[in-house]
């Protein structure tokens, strides 16, 4: 919070867990006369009317689609890497800390106007890190229940960070990071969604 570098007015918020997002969300929600969309163990009701993280399908969607008709996109912008488009430390590029929200848009925005869905930083998402077979065999909610605080418990990041330095984790589809949801980092924000 004290850090100059990643504390600017427009720069993403970062070093939020994942506990501190839903908690935002969910003051947000009051705050806005909304029902907030997380319960006291971290549960998320996604018919709820309030804010919350999106599902990791929803933040790929976004992404990579974000509207029925539209041609699927590797990257938000399209299916061509471009370093110039995403804030990022693939050469040429080379990002030393977070930049201010949309300062690649709109060239480096998805079709809907979606910035920073790649680069700036990793984003939390409601979901906990399952494979796809253990989620195909779960209940239907099972994936968006926080369900310890053991090392087991992991959550889903989308979109890559500041510091990344290869191209891949930038792709829409890029599902390689998780982490416990207490950890906090410069390379970790969120955004949220409402139903």
């Not at 990643?6 to 935002?24: D, K, L, R, T």
Request: glycine share 12%.
């Amino acid at each position: 919070w004290v850090d100059s570098n990643f504390n600017g007015p427009n720069q993403p918020v970062v070093g939020i867990s994942w506990y501190e997002a839903v908690a935002y969300c969910n003051w947000l929600s009051v705050k806005e006369g909304f029902i907030p969309a997380y319960d006291g163990s971290g549960h998320a009701n996604l018919n709820a009317s309030g804010y919350r993280l999106p599902t990791e399908v929803e933040w790929e969607y976004a992404a990579a689609k974000g509207a029925p008709g539209q041609t699927e996109r590797i990257y938000p912008w399209g299916n061509t890497w471009d370093s110039t488009k995403v804030i990022c430390c693939v050469s040429p590029a080379s990002a030393s800390k977070t930049a201010d929200v949309g300062s690649k848009s709109p060239e480096g925005d998805s079709p809907q106007g979606l910035s920073d869905m790649s680069g700036n930083v990793w984003q939390w998402c409601s979901d906990n890190a399952q494979d796809d077979g253990r989620v195909a065999g779960s209940p239907p909610l099972d994936r968006y229940f926080f369900q310890s605080d053991s090392s087991g418990s992991y959550f889903v990041l989308r979109g890559g960070s500041w510091c990344n330095n290869f191209m891949n984790g930038f792709r829409a589809s890029f599902r390689g990071y998780f982490s416990v949801p207490g950890v906090s980092h410069n390379v970790i924000g969120f955004r949220v969604v409402r139903r």
